[in-house]
């Protein structure tokens, strides 16, 4: 178990959730599913916990109610090599959900996703202010990020 997980919590979908994210990821299975006991808090048998892996990294999820829900305080970065990677993850994860702006998306549990280059971190380094200041511009007029474009904006073209 690695040290430090995402916890995240769920009011029912959880083991759904966990069902649709290792459909989208590769190398990803769900480990371990825990139901709650006769004496509670949850109803007997219900899913209480959801454990499973994406692409390496441990998740766990929790059946725990209403009472919380997601927020863009907090959301999960995919650093894309490609065009057709970030494609993919953009679609499949937005499917039922809200597309926003900047490459953020809410999948449709709530869960908020920025779906971004893998180059973004060169493209956007603070050495070459004009040159920053380009890609910032053209980050902030798109919806799903076009890697084209920001390269295309970090050579000044």
Excluded: H
């Amino acid at each position: 178990m690695q040290k430090i997980s995402p916890f995240l919590w769920f009011d029912t979908q959880a083991e759904e959730a966990a069902q649709f994210y290792v459909s989208v990821f590769p190398n990803s299975r769900i480990t371990q599913v825990t139901r709650y006991p006769e004496q509670g808090p949850g109803t007997a048998g219900a899913v209480m916990t959801v454990s499973f892996t994406l692409d390496g990294q441990e998740f766990m999820a929790l059946n725990g109610g209403p009472q919380f829900s997601f927020s863009q305080a907090v959301s999960f970065m995919i650093a894309c090599e490609t065009q057709e990677e970030l494609d993919r993850y953009w679609e499949r994860l937005g499917e039922g959900g809200q597309y926003l702006e900047c490459g953020w998306l809410t999948d449709k549990y709530g869960l908020p996703w920025q779906i971004v280059p893998a180059d973004l971190p060169r493209l956007m380094d603070q050495s070459d202010p004009a040159r920053a200041q380009r890609v910032m511009t053209a980050v902030w007029q798109m919806v799903k990020l076009d890697i084209a474009t920001l390269q295309r904006a970090y050579e000044g073209k």
